[in-house]
Structure formats: structure tokens, C-alpha cells
């Protein structure tokens, strides 16, 4: 598929992500697994240029996995794409939101580390 994509086969790779898709919602599969499975098709319908399609399979991924960077890269690419300036923005604060948090976590983690060590 992704070998598909690479070479710019993009209707043949949405047809095996799709496959993949039906297999892998019949087979159980994580939350995280599918939300992959979904930013895949979205990236190829956006390479299609099927940005409602594109749309559809992000508010997917969205609902099983929030987290991914390249959620949000695909969803400032769609906005771009639809030249909506308001999404594009939206999503651009909400990546910042994100890696603030994740900073703030890390650090915390660090401090919490720091004076464990000092305690004992």
C-alpha cells in the first residue's frame, strides 16, 4: 500500500487501505491501529484531491486516536486545501497546545525525578 503511495498510485493504494480497513475493524484491532488505517485514506484522498472523503476519514482517526502529530498535519493540510484560514489557525494553536502540555509533563517528570534523587 504504502509502496503504492510512494509511487503515486494513489486509487490503488485507497483500494488496499480500504481492504485493510474492513480486515482490520473484523479483526479487532487497537484504537490506534484503525486511526493509522484512517490518516492513510485521508492522505490519499487529499493526494486525490476528495477533500469531503479526506474530511470523513479525519473526524475518525480523530475520534480513536487525538494525539497524533500527523492528525494535525493532515488536518492543517486539508484547511489549506479548502483555504479555510480559521481551521488552518485552529489547528496550528491546538499543536501548540499540545507539545505545551507535553513540555509541561516532561518537566514535571524531570522535577519529580530531581528531587526523588535528592530525597533519598
Known amino acids: 500500500?504504502?509502496?503504492m503511495y510512494q509511487n503515486k498510485k494513489y486509487s490503488d493504494a485507497l483500494t488496499w487501505y480500504k481492504l485493510s480497513?474492513?480486515?482490520a475493524t473484523h479483526a479487532g484491532l487497537?484504537?490506534?491501529c484503525l486511526a493509522k488505517l484512517h490518516r492513510n485514506i485521508a492522505s490519499t484522498h487529499l493526494c486525490l484531491t476528495e477533500l469531503s472523503l479526506a474530511c470523513d476519514d479525519l473526524e475518525r482517526a480523530e475520534q480513536l486516536d487525538r494525539t497524533s502529530p500527523y492528525l494535525f498535519y493532515l488536518q492543517f493540510k486539508l484547511a489549506v486545501l479548502q483555504n479555510d484560514q480559521n481551521a488552518g489557525t485552529g489547528t496550528i494553536l491546538l499543536i501548540?497546545?499540545?507539545n505545551k502540555l507535553v513540555f509541561c509533563f516532561q518537566s514535571t517528570?524531570?522535577?519529580d525525578s530531581v528531587r526523588e534523587f535528592k530525597v533519598k
Open 21 to 23: 480497513q474492513r480486515l
Open 1 to 3: 500500500m504504502y509502496v
Open 96 to 98: 501548540c497546545a499540545v
Open 30 to 32: 487497537s484504537d490506534q
Open 109 to 111: 517528570q524531570m522535577y
